[in-house]
Nanobody, 122 residues
């Protein structure tokens, strides 16, 4: 079964930076990875898109983070990373890695990571 394993969450003061990383595992269990993304969900709020990078390398960012985060993917290492700068208390949330996976049966499915907590203190 394909899993997404996240790392890099934690606590930081406002204005600080964090880098989240996510790896698709295990290798060989799928045909290809399409979109890769980061979402977040704050307490009492709906899950929202932070950033997405398609298999073709097109990138989109959520309005609330534009100019402060950078998403990148490594198709050799099967990873997606999120560099977050100038963090604000309102960025506090559980951050989820997402990948659209095409299996060897050529069916596409959405896979989510377990989530990693990011807490920004003022």
């Amino acid at each position: 079964q394909v899993q997404l394993v996240e790392s890099g969450g934690g606590q930081v003061q406002a204005g600080g930076s964090l880098r989240l990383s996510c790896v698709v595992s295990p290798p060989g269990k799928y045909h290809s990875i399409n979109d890769m993304a980061w979402y977040r969900q704050a307490p009492g709020k709906q899950r929202e898109l932070v950033a997405v990078v398609t298999g073709d390398g097109m990138i989109n960012y959520g309005d609330s983070v534009k100019g402060r985060v950078i998403i990148s993917r490594d198709d050799v290492e099967k990873t997606v990373a999120l560099q977050m700068n100038s963090l604000r208390p309102e960025d506090t949330a559980v951050y989820y890695c997402y990948a659209q996976i095409t299996g060897w049966n050529y069916r596409t499915s959405a896979v989510w990571g377990q989530g990693t907590q990011v807490t920004v203190s003022s």
